[in-house]
């Protein structure tokens, strides 16, 4: 099991669940972030830190959400397991799902 960034992190990027995040495995891509399921240690330190309630335990994603758990695996398939988002930085991509949402207006 896992912590799943959803819908509401596309396009806002806020970071305060990467500042908490004791084992550095929140990775940014171009719209979203994602939290690395092999890398996560279920601690839950960033789901009440993010301000737009987007950091949901994986059991816990709402059933019209559960299509991020698919796209946040597509975002670490070509990636692997690089153990660790800081030295990797931003990546300039996403998981198709993020990729095909519409801009914000």
């Known amino acids: 099991m896992t912590y799943v960034i959803a819908r509401a992190c596309v396009d806002v990027l806020d970071k305060a669940c990467v500042d908490e995040c004791p084992v550095d495995c929140i990775y940014e891509g171009a719209r979203s972030l994602y939290i690395h399921p092999d890398e996560c240690v ?53 998981a198709s799902l993020v990729a095909a949402l519409p801009p914000p207006e």
């Open 42 to 94: 279920d601690c839950g330190a960033c789901e009440p830190v993010c301000p737009v309630e987007a950091v949901f335990y994986e059991d816990d994603l709402p059933d019209d959400q559960r299509e991020h758990l698919a796209a946040n695996r597509d975002f670490f398939a070509e990636l692997g397991s690089p153990g660790g988002a800081a030295a990797v930085g931003r990546v300039g991509a996403d």
